[in-house]
């Protein structure tokens, strides 16, 4: 195997500097791809020079069109005789790939077909008779259609190796091998895998000519364009932490991975109660509901799928802005390949992981084998109020005084902040505020600010000097608003309304929680008849609110 160098920066920028031809080039203006991706910059050149090349990348980074582009631009002859041959570990993934490389190809009259099980034998044959010049299907589907005849061997010039190494681990191998074996020796054969281990390189040296290999440098092949956070957990209580990462993160969408296929039904039932709009997909969905459910995330209808790694595999999920890890998986390639869900072509992702003391050895290798660092984060229950002491110290002196100052303290105000020593005084003045530096006063302004049931300290104490009463850690009721997310609700407006119609003070509202279709808000347990009954009427968000006391979060 050949190494070759990474290209230097200043190499080919755009598409057109890479030399492709024109009518391909309309193609991909039309796709709105402006720029080609580092990694359909580094195969181009090599692929139309006739290499056989083995590629390090990942599904998001513009693979499909890594080896879609030279296939049309220039790998097939033109006289409509050669024939190309993309194979994919899923169906899913072997018609996404069709569907591309026929928009890429449109313009030089090059057909595609797609060829895959559980679907009509018949209707594969009659494309195939037809002289599709581009076939992409699965392994197990191909291979009937060549031992069959109704696919010729002798004309397929190109072999595509898509996702390789979940090709392999998908039990593949036998299949692949058995193909490869009844192609012409004389084609080029182009690999595409995230990881390249000992069972790719074998089938690189068994099949494949002086391969050139493409290698993006360890510390791309996972973090490409996306953030790496982990959340260190206990264990116990997973679904609940899950809810309050989901709850603080607020991610506009994401792919949830579960090892189990149990674990995808719990996460995602949990998630239906808590107002979450979340499905599941494993492999015990019959596939009517399979689809139903893939439907909805491509009509971007779903904010949380909650997936195993096999169920998941080939779909397109390019939108999600996140993926979640609900735990890791029992290997780090399957955390390179689930983070690569996210973060496509040039958009950033972020991958969120929960980790427990157990699963501390996978992140080890994670940094040692792929150089992945994820950035710990702190639940907020546990760690986070420190953080917040701040926020949480400025939100108090804000309740405390409410009252516009009058003309003469503002120019008092005004002459005070321009001063020399204004920080010195004014710590002062905080110091007094709040006395002495305890963890109580910070635990009374976090508390005020959840107002959560599982977070409020009932015995902790105030320890201000007096010129407000100290907030008393009365028992809060949790309320019900008919309007969520999906209404655009920002948990501030409805603050504000709630301040405007009920008299309620800003540090009497606890937690505002905004789900996909409603919101939950604690209010004291002793006021929640009374702002029930203030918010009759109320509108927001065009819609006429409904507010009641909550069942249970
Ligand atoms: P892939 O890695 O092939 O699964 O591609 C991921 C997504 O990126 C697909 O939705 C492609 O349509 C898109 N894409 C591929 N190449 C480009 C590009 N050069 N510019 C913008 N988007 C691209």
Redesign the pocket.
């Known amino acids: 195997m050949t190494e070759t160098p990474e290209p230097e920066e200043e190499g080919a920028q755009t598409f057109a500097d890479l030399g492709i031809r024109a009518d391909v080039l309309e193609a991909i203006e039309e796709?709105?791809?402006?720029?080609?991706?580092p990694v359909?910059r580094d195969s181009y050149p090599l692929a139309i020079a006739g290499h056989d090349i083995i590629v390090q990348s990942r599904?998001?980074?513009?693979?499909?069109?890594a080896f879609g582009i030279p296939l049309v631009d220039g790998l097939l002859s033109d006289d409509g005789d050669e024939q190309a041959l993309v194979l994919a570990p899923t169906r899913e993934l072997a018609l996404?790939s069709a569907r591309?490389i026929a928009k890429l190809g449109a313009r030089r009259g090059i057909d595609t077909v797609a060829v895959y099980g559980g679907a009509s034998l018949e209707q594969q044959v009659q494309a195939l008779e037809k002289g599709a010049r581009v076939i992409s299907g699965t392994p197990g589907r191909v291979l009937d259609h060549l031992k069959r005849g109704t696919m010729k061997a002798s004309r397929l010039r190109v072999l595509v190796l898509d996702e390789a190494d979940e090709m392999l681990s998908m039990g593949f191998a036998k299949e692949l091998h058995a193909i490869i074996e009844l192609l012409p020796k004389k084609r080029q054969t182009l690999l595409f895998s995230a990881t390249v281990d000992r069972a790719i390189k074998r089938v690189a040296e068994k099949h494949m000519t002086d391969p050139q290999f493409l290698g993006l440098s360890g510390d791309h092949v996972g973090a490409l364009g996306i953030e790496h956070f982990v959340y260190m957990v206990s264990g116990v209580g997973r679904v609940a932490n899950l809810m309050t990462v989901l709850d603080t993160e607020d991610p506009e969408s994401a792919l949830i991975f579960c090892n189990t296929k149990a674990e995808t039904e719990q996460v995602s039932a949990a998630l239906q109660r808590a107002g979450f709009n979340a499905e599941w997909l494993n492999g015990d969905r019959p596939q009517r509901e399979r689809e139903e459910v893939l439907g909805r995330v491509r009509r971007e209808e779903l904010r949380f799928l909650v997936a195993t790694d096999v169920a998941s595999r080939g779909i397109?999920v390019?939108h999600l802005t996140h993926v979640i890890n609900f735990s890791l998986p029992v290997n780090v390639e399957q955390y390179v390949h689930r983070t690569g869900r996210t973060g496509?072509?040039?958009r950033t992702g972020t991958a969120i992981t929960l980790v427990d003391p157990t699963e501390l050895g996978i992140l080890y290798y994670l940094r040692l084998q792929y150089r992945i660092f994820p950035v710990e984060r702190t639940l907020p229950s546990e760690g986070e109020h420190r953080t917040r002491q701040e926020a949480d110290r400025i939100a108090m002196i804000d309740a405390a005084y409410p009252k516009v100052p009058t003309e003469s303290e503002l120019a008092l105000v005004r002459r005070f902040m321009t001063h020399v020593d204004a920080e010195r005084m004014l710590a002062g003045l905080l110091g007094a505020f709040f006395g002495a530096e305890t963890e109580d006063v910070d635990k009374v302004a976090a508390s005020r600010r959840r107002r959560g049931k599982e977070h409020v300290d009932a015995h902790s104490t105030a320890n201000g000097n007096g010129q407000e009463p100290a907030p008393e850690e009365a028992p809060t009721a949790t309320l019900y608003v008919n309007v969520g997310r999906r209404d655009e609700l920002k948990a501030s407006e409805l603050g504000r309304l709630l301040r405007d119609r009920t008299g309620l003070k800003r540090n009497e509202i606890g937690r505002i929680r905004v789900r996909d279709k409603h919101a939950l808000v604690d209010v004291p347990e002793d006021r929640a008849q009374e702002v029930i009954e203030s918010m009759a009427g109320a509108v927001l968000k065009d819609r006429e609110l409904e507010i009641e006391l909550a069942k249970s979060d």
């Open positions: 796709m709105g791809w402006e720029t080609p991706t359909q599904t998001g980074t513009g693979k499909t069109g996404q591309e397109d390019s496509r072509a040039g």
